[in-house]
Nanobody
């Protein structure tokens, strides 16, 4: 079993930055990939980015490339999402996920509760 707890969300002005954290416990070290997804009001959950177990590989959705960066500290069992140049359309609940597949689909076994990010214009 893996438990995931997100933190770091909040309200920020457009152009600003936030760093989300996802603290993992349990069998987190056995997970091959950690990912971030988001869900805006009235929309389906969408993939944001993913990182491999060693951090050697990352993959992002096109809308965040060059603005968001995923990293992980395996010693702390924590994954981060650094978000720069935020836009109002980035407003969403952000979810951390863990799984065995390095994928942009939602085939992740474990999910956090989410953290709200609101970007004002």
């Amino acid at each position: 079993q893996v438990q995931l707890v997100e933190s770091g969300g909040g309200l920020v002005q457009a152009g600003g930055s936030l760093r989300l954290s996802c603290a993992a416990s349990g069998r987190a070290s056995s997970m091959n990939a950690m990912a971030w997804f988001r869900q805006a009001p009235g929309k389906e959950r969408e993939f944001v980015g993913t990182i491999s177990r060693t951090g050697a590989f990352t993959h992002y959705t096109d809308s965040v490339k060059g603005r968001f960066t995923i990293s992980r500290d395996n010693a702390k069992n924590t994954v981060y999402l650094q978000m720069n140049s935020l836009k109002p359309e980035d407003t969403a609940v952000y979810y951390c996920a863990a799984g065995w597949l390095f994928t942009q689909t939602d085939e992740y076994a474990y999910w956090g509760q989410g953290t709200q990010v609101t970007v004002s214009s």
